[in-house]
């Protein structure tokens, strides 16, 4: 799996924090988070170009799943 994901885009702002997906089923509406949008570009007229995302880590899961036990 690769450690990070880039993507042309033009979202406006509010996208920060929002989820990736990878293996998303039409049919379910299900899928699983692969990131969440961390870091954008942005051209002269203020139009986003790009968003990047971290990969979820095995590590970020064990967090994950020791936080939901709190």
Avoid at 20 to 25: N, R
């Amino acid at each position: 799996m690769a450690d990070s994901w880039t993507s042309p885009c033009d979202l406006a702002g509010g996208s920060s924090g929002g989820p990736w997906l990878t293996g998303f089923d039409d049919a379910t509406g299900t899928g699983t988070i692969f990131g969440v949008t961390s870091k954008g570009t942005v051209n002269e007229d203020l139009e986003t170009t790009s968003l990047a995302a971290a990969a979820f880590t095995d590590e970020v899961k064990e967090l994950y799943d020791r936080a939901g036990n709190l």
